[in-house]
Nanobody
Framework: QVQLVESGGGLVQPGGSLRLSCAVSGSIFSINMMAWYHQPPGKERKMVAA???????NYRDSVKGRFTISRNNAKDTLYLEMNNLQPEDTAVYYC??????????????WGKGTLVNVSS
């Protein structure tokens, strides 16, 4: 089992910055990949950024150059550094962990989310 708890959300002005954190506990080293998703009001959840155990990262086009995903060396914290935030970034942000075997299958774990509100 994996437990995920997000923090760091809040109200920020357009053009501002924010860093989200996700505290990871449980079977940490069973995790193969982690990601941040967001869900704007009334819209479906979308992946924003992902990072593999090997350190490879992928980003949604709309956040490339503005957001950075990372994990600490102990692998118990996932971060999302967000710069030049825009109103369209307003959403609930969710921490995600995937536990599985490539080519076989796996299980997704989710935090409860943290709200980011970009508004003047």
């Amino acid at each position: 089992q994996v437990q995920l708890v997000e923090s760091g959300g809040g109200l920020v002005q357009p053009g501002g910055s924010l860093r989200l954190s996700c505290a990871v506990s449980g079977s940490i080293f069973s995790i193969n990949m982690m990601a941040w998703y967001h869900q704007p009001p009334g819209k479906e959840r979308k992946m924003v950024a992902a990072i593999t155990n090997g350190g490879n990262t992928n980003y949604r086009d709309s956040v490339k150059g503005r957001f950075t995903i990372s994990r600490n060396n102990a692998k118990d914290t996932l971060y999302l550094e967000m710069n030049n935030l825009q109103p369209e970034d307003t959403a609930v942000y969710y921490c995600n962990a995937w536990v599985g075997q490539l080519g076989v299958g796996g299980v997704d774990y989710w935090g409860k989310g943290t709200l980011v509100n970009v508004s003047s």
